[in-house]
């Protein structure tokens, strides 16, 4: 690390309105290395990158990039120094084409003007590094969240920049995604870039990731090598206490009692739309948590936005409490007791300018004010449970939801759904972007929620989550619903021969 | 597939369409409609409209809106008529000039100050209007006949009038601008998600500071058209300009929230309107009904909705029809 330091910040301070979000924070980055940098939900990673991209001015410290002083004001001034930045909000412009969002900034021109020839046969060849082929020429916005993923990754890529920052990179991508991504950050450290990584997934960093630095309030705690520190270590780091926790269980989901599942609340018979679900059947009961696995695209999402009424189904049935169910907009389905958790948090669920307890009282509004008048006191109670039972980091329910890190944000839009007390819950990927200590504690919400008689229908990417979370899991595989297991059943082999193959001989057949 | 195409093209060039069959009524319809004189004169009086759209365009693509363009063009028609007798070069010079000052003060308020481009806009509309009254002393200024700064306006070139020339000079560059060049996409990204484009780590300040620059720039380029084309600065016209402007604009399917547009269905969003109201003015022609300038207004402005609403419906039913293949 001596001879060969990249980037040095020391001595970081910046504040927002006063409060600090990093104090005296450092960070060191050595050439051709992949730096982990983790911390707890509002620990303040993002604001430290954001503060060396230039996007937040820093009240105090210095940096120090490629052996000289660095200044820079705008993130533009960043990129042309040679640090590409992938933000943690996907950051690009829906409406424009694939190709646009990776060239924008350093357009191919032939004769003075932009060769799109060129610079479409360019984004091809970028997303061909990821294995993602897809018709550049689209709008963005026509993809789903992976692929855009990939996309903002592909663009920092082709910028040949000497480090490459990434904010969070992997929450919206599955496991076959997240091998290819880490291909291509051992090429570039094999390029000599340097990597700054960030992620609540402590198990990736050890497949990647040289150094770790833990951040903790706005301080960075601890720097240390990714071989010479455990996960109980990292995790103790960050939390800023000891854990002695038993590492049995991946996850909060605890043995469940089966007695308190009750009968089918919801029940979907071979749902198709498009391509992106063709077959799909399954129920839920009250008091049970039910999971989607599959790989991206295999139409868990889409089947979920069905249930949801958000889109209509060209085919299929649905049968909610014992009524047939044909929900043509989301409010039906909110009025017959169900709330959907997008995993989209920016575009679909949180309105960034209004203030916490606005965003989470939004879907309650209208039961709210059919009573005639709002009550005030009950709100703000509402508003306060749910801010200590989810560990919301803000300053208090009238904080903007646009100044809250990430996973608070996430935090937030589930507590909305939370609020309204609904029969069945939709949750897309719950935890996606939340750390390990607050993770825990909402799937034991989830899980406490569902002894209560709450029926859950959960999609998750993360495998355990699923297997220990679920009592019964279905696997969609392209479109079709291919498999259901029981809580004993539900491995991590069978599950993935599904996912992958389609073919679980064990219960091919309890799927008409 | 092909019958996808199809439709998602129609949603795109529907305003052409509309364009089209708006033309094809008016040849059957009357007699010299499609007539040397009648096509150059509306073409003549609607480049002045046309050149404003193109810079409300840009605004608009942006995210932006530009509500001074009119009182702009009222004040570069004042102060072209007032240089005028300098010669016509300086005389154009000088109304492009006002206009550009005018841009840049918007561009300043909004980029600088973050005022709301409505707000700020809206402050330069008074302004800029204000100051073409004073300078015109209240009343319109002749403009000098001598210098030969009336040929701007009245003459032709191989034929055809010489605003047409200069609006269709100003669309092909705006048209080149906008689909290859760095800075064209750039303002479509701005519109469509500014912060990502700040973080992205383009300028995207200096864009907007060119779009409302170049929107005041082109409606002093048709003030100086006005003055030319009527012989006096009209320190009174302008009016409801901007409406005009945003009018073609947005029947060209450019979104009003920015991030998608297009420079060509802009001028023909131009024409539409320009030749809607020619159709009217033949029908009253006619002399069976007898459109009072308020019935007019309201038909355009129905019209206007029926178009809208066609391209709304059309451009959505191409994209889900698009999304199942
Ligand atoms: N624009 C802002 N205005 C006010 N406070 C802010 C702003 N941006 C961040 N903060 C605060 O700074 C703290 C650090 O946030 P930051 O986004 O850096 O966290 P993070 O470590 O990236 O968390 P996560 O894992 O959830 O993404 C948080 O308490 C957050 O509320
Ligand atoms: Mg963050």
């Given at each position: 690390?001596?001879?060969g330091?990249?980037?040095?910040?020391?001595?970081?301070?910046?504040?927002?309105?006063?409060?600090?979000?990093?104090?005296?924070?450092s960070?060191?980055?050595?050439?051709?290395?992949?730096h982990?940098?983790?911390?707890?939900?509002?620990?303040?990673?993002?604001?430290?990158?954001?503060?060396?991209?230039?996007?937040?001015?820093?009240?105090?410290?210095?940096?120090?990039?490629?052996?000289?002083?660095?200044?820079?004001?705008s993130?533009?001034h960043?990129q042309?120094?040679?640090?590409?930045?992938?933000?943690?909000?996907?950051?690009?412009v829906?409406y424009?084409?694939?190709?646009?969002?990776?060239?924008?900034?350093?357009?191919?021109?032939?004769y003075?003007?932009?060769?799109?020839k060129?610079?479409?046969?360019?984004?091809?060849?970028?997303?061909?590094?990821?294995?993602?082929?897809?018709?550049?020429?689209?709008?963005?916005?026509?993809?789903?969240?992976?692929?855009?993923?990939m996309?903002?990754i592909a663009?920092a890529?082709?910028?040949?920049?000497?480090?490459?920052?990434?904010?969070?990179?992997?929450?919206?991508?599955?496991?076959?995604?997240?091998?290819?991504?880490?291909?291509?950050i051992?090429?570039?450290?094999?390029?000599?870039?340097?990597?700054?990584?960030?992620?609540?997934?402590?198990?990736?960093?050890?497949?990647v990731?040289?150094?770790?630095?833990?951040?903790?309030?706005?301080?960075?705690?601890?720097?240390?090598?990714?071989?010479?520190?455990?996960?109980?270590?990292?995790?103790?780091?960050?939390?800023?206490?000891?854990i002695?926790?038993?590492?049995?269980?991946?996850?909060?989901?605890?043995?469940?009692?089966?007695?308190?599942?009750?009968?089918v609340?919801?029940?979907?018979?071979?749902?198709?739309?498009?391509?992106?679900?063709?077959?799909v059947?399954?129920?839920?009961?009250?008091?049970?948590?039910?999971?989607?696995?599959?790989?991206?695209?295999a139409?868990?999402?889409?089947?979920a936005?069905?249930?949801?009424?958000?889109?209509?189904?060209?085919?299929?049935?649905?049968?909610?409490?014992?009524?047939?169910?044909t929900?043509?907009?989301?409010?039906?389905?909110?009025?017959?007791?169900?709330?959907?958790?997008t995993?989209?948090?920016?575009?679909?669920?949180?309105?960034?300018?209004?203030?916490?307890?606005?965003?989470m009282?939004?879907?309650?509004?209208?039961?709210?004010?059919?009573?005639?008048?709002i009550?005030?006191?009950?709100?703000?109670?509402?508003?306060?449970?749910?801010?200590?039972?989810?560990?919301?980091?803000?300053?208090?329910p009238?904080?903007?939801?646009?100044?809250?890190?990430?996973?608070?944000?996430?935090?937030?839009?589930?507590?909305?759904?939370l609020?309204?007390?609904?029969?069945?819950?939709?949750?897309?990927?719950?935890?996606?972007?939340i750390?390990?200590?607050?993770?825990?504690?909402?799937?034991?919400?989830?899980?406490?929620?569902?002894?209560?008689?709450?029926?859950?229908?959960?999609?998750?990417?993360?495998?355990?989550?699923?297997?220990?979370?679920?009592?019964?899991?279905?696997?969609?595989r392209?479109?079709?619903?291919?498999?259901?297991?029981?809580?004993?059943?539900?491995?991590?082999?069978?599950?993935?021969?599904?996912?992958?193959?389609?073919?679980?001989?064990?219960?091919?057949?309890?799927?008409? | 597939m092909?019958r996808?195409?199809?439709?998602?093209?129609?949603?795109s060039?529907?305003?052409?369409?509309a364009?089209?069959?708006?033309?094809?009524?008016?040849?059957?319809?009357?007699?010299?409609?499609?007539?040397?004189?009648?096509?150059?004169?509306?073409?003549?009086?609607?480049?002045?409209?046309?050149?404003?759209?193109?810079?409300?365009?840009?605004?608009?693509?942006?995210?932006?809106i530009?509500?001074?363009?009119?009182?702009?063009?009222?004040?570069?028609?004042?102060?072209?008529?007032?240089?005028?007798p300098?010669g016509?070069?300086?005389?154009?010079?000088?109304?492009?000039?006002?206009?550009?000052?005018?841009?840049?003060?918007?561009?300043?308020?909004?980029?600088?100050?973050?005022?709301?481009?409505?707000?700020?806009?809206?402050?330069?509309m008074?302004?800029?209007s204000?100051?073409?009254?004073?300078?015109?002393?209240?009343?319109?200024?002749?403009?000098?006949?001598?210098?030969?700064?009336?040929?701007i306006?009245?003459?032709?070139?191989?034929?055809?009038?010489?605003?047409?020339?200069?609006?269709?000079?100003?669309?092909?560059?705006?048209?080149?601008?906008?689909?290859?060049?760095?800075?064209?996409r750039?303002?479509?990204?701005?519109?469509?998600?500014?912060d990502?484009?700040?973080?992205?780590g383009?300028?995207?300040?200096?864009?907007?500071?060119?779009?409302?620059?170049?929107?005041?720039?082109?409606?002093?380029l048709?003030?100086?058209?006005?003055?030319?084309?009527?012989?006096?600065?009209?320190?009174?016209?302008?009016?409801?300009?901007?409406?005009?402007?945003?009018?073609?604009?947005?029947?060209?399917?450019?979104?009003?929230?920015?991030?998608v547009?297009?420079?060509?269905?802009?001028l023909?969003?131009?024409?539409?309107?320009?030749?809607?109201f020619?159709?009217l003015?033949?029908?009253?022609g006619?002399?069976?009904?007898?459109?009072?300038?308020?019935?007019?207004s309201?038909?355009?402005?129905?019209?206007?909705?029926?178009?809208?609403?066609?391209?709304?419906?059309?451009?959505?039913?191409?994209?889900?029809?698009?999304r199942e293949?």
């Amino acid at each position: 690390m001596d001879t060969g330091i990249l980037l040095s910040m020391t001595g970081i301070d910046k504040r927002f309105a006063g409060i600090p979000a990093l104090s005296a924070a450092s960070f060191a980055v050595g050439r051709g290395e992949v730096h982990a940098l983790i911390g707890q939900n509002g620990a303040g990673k993002s604001t430290l990158i954001k503060v060396l991209t230039g996007y937040h001015r820093r009240d105090a410290g210095e940096v120090v990039f490629d052996g000289r002083p660095f200044e820079v004001f705008s993130p533009q001034h960043a990129q042309a120094s040679g640090i590409s930045t992938i933000y943690q909000e996907i950051n690009l412009v829906p409406y424009r084409s694939v190709t646009e969002n990776i060239c924008l900034g350093r357009e191919a021109r032939r004769y003075g003007l932009l060769d799109w020839k060129r610079m479409h046969k360019e984004a091809e060849t970028l997303l061909s590094r990821f294995n993602v082929r897809i018709d550049v020429r689209r709008p963005l916005m026509e993809f789903n969240t992976a692929t855009q993923q990939m996309v903002a990754i592909a663009r920092a890529i082709g910028f040949s920049a000497k480090l490459v920052i990434m904010d969070e990179p992997t929450s919206s991508l599955d496991e076959r995604e997240v091998a290819v991504l880490f291909d291509v950050i051992r090429q570039l450290k094999q390029e000599g870039v340097s990597v700054v990584f960030v992620s609540h997934k402590l198990d990736e960093l050890y497949e990647v990731c040289d150094h770790v630095t833990i951040m903790r309030d706005g301080r960075t705690v601890k720097t240390a090598k990714m071989t010479e520190i455990d996960k109980i270590g990292l995790v103790s780091a960050m939390l800023g206490r000891a854990i002695d926790r038993a590492e049995g269980h991946a996850t909060a989901f605890s043995e469940r009692d089966e007695r308190k599942i009750g009968k089918v609340l919801l029940s979907a018979k071979s749902l198709a739309i498009n391509q992106s679900v063709q077959d799909v059947s399954f129920d839920v009961r009250s008091g049970e948590i039910a999971g989607f696995a599959g790989l991206l695209g295999a139409g868990r999402t889409e089947t979920a936005r069905l249930v949801f009424g958000i889109d209509r189904p060209r085919a299929g049935t649905m049968h909610f409490d014992g009524q047939e169910f044909t929900p043509r907009k989301p409010a039906d389905a909110i009025a017959a007791g169900m709330g959907f958790c997008t995993e989209d948090r920016k575009s679909e669920g949180i309105v960034p300018e209004m203030s916490v307890a606005e965003n989470m009282m939004l879907a309650l509004m209208p039961k709210l004010s059919k009573s005639g008048i709002i009550d005030e006191k009950g709100q703000r109670e509402i508003v306060e449970r749910f801010i200590k039972q989810l560990g919301i980091k803000c300053s208090g329910p009238d904080q903007k939801v646009r100044e809250l890190s990430g996973g608070n944000q996430q935090k937030v839009l589930l507590g909305r759904w939370l609020a309204m007390n609904p029969r069945l819950l939709i949750l897309d990927e719950p935890t996606r972007g939340i750390d390990v200590g607050a993770k825990g504690e909402i799937q034991a919400l989830i899980k406490s929620l569902a002894d209560q008689g709450l029926a859950v229908l959960m999609i998750s990417s993360e495998l355990e989550e699923v297997i220990e979370g679920a009592d019964r899991v279905f696997v969609l595989r392209e479109g079709i619903s291919v498999a259901e297991f029981n809580r004993h059943q539900a491995t991590e082999d069978a599950l993935m021969s599904a996912m992958a193959h389609g073919n679980a001989p064990v219960a091919a057949e309890a799927v008409s | 597939m092909t019958r996808v195409r199809l439709i998602s093209m129609l949603g795109s060039y529907g305003v052409v369409l509309a364009l089209l069959l708006l033309i094809l009524f008016g040849w059957a319809r009357y007699d010299y409609f499609l007539g040397f004189f009648n096509i150059t004169s509306v073409l003549r009086y609607n480049s002045m409209f046309a050149l404003v759209a193109l810079g409300m365009c840009f605004v608009i693509m942006t995210g932006g809106i530009d509500l001074s363009v009119g009182s702009t063009a009222a004040l570069g028609s004042v102060v072209a008529a007032l240089a005028s007798p300098q010669g016509a070069w300086i005389g154009l010079g000088a109304g492009v000039g006002a206009g550009l000052c005018v841009g840049l003060v918007n561009a300043v308020l909004v980029t600088r100050l973050k005022i709301m481009p409505f707000v700020a806009t809206l402050a330069m509309m008074l302004a800029a209007s204000g100051t073409a009254l004073l300078l015109a002393d209240n009343q319109s200024v002749s403009v000098s006949y001598e210098s030969g700064f009336t040929s701007i306006g009245q003459d032709n070139f191989l034929g055809f009038p010489i605003p047409a020339w200069i609006a269709i000079v100003a669309y092909v560059i705006g048209w080149i601008v906008l689909n290859f060049t760095s800075t064209g996409r750039a303002v479509l990204a701005v519109g469509g998600n500014e912060d990502a484009t700040r973080l992205m780590g383009l300028p995207a300040d200096r864009i907007k500071f060119l779009v409302y620059l170049v929107s005041g720039g082109l409606a002093g380029l048709a003030g100086v058209i006005l003055a030319s084309q009527f012989g006096a600065g009209q320190p009174i016209e302008g009016v409801g300009w901007e409406l005009f402007a945003i009018a073609a604009v947005v029947v060209g399917g450019t979104l009003l929230t920015g991030g998608v547009g297009s420079v060509g269905a802009t001028l023909a969003g131009v024409l539409l309107l320009g030749i809607l109201f020619n159709v009217l003015n033949f029908e009253n022609g006619k002399g069976w009904i007898s459109l009072s300038a308020y019935w007019q207004s309201v038909i355009r402005g129905l019209f206007l909705l029926v178009v809208v609403i066609l391209q709304a419906k059309l451009s959505s039913r191409g994209t889900a029809a698009a999304r199942e293949h």
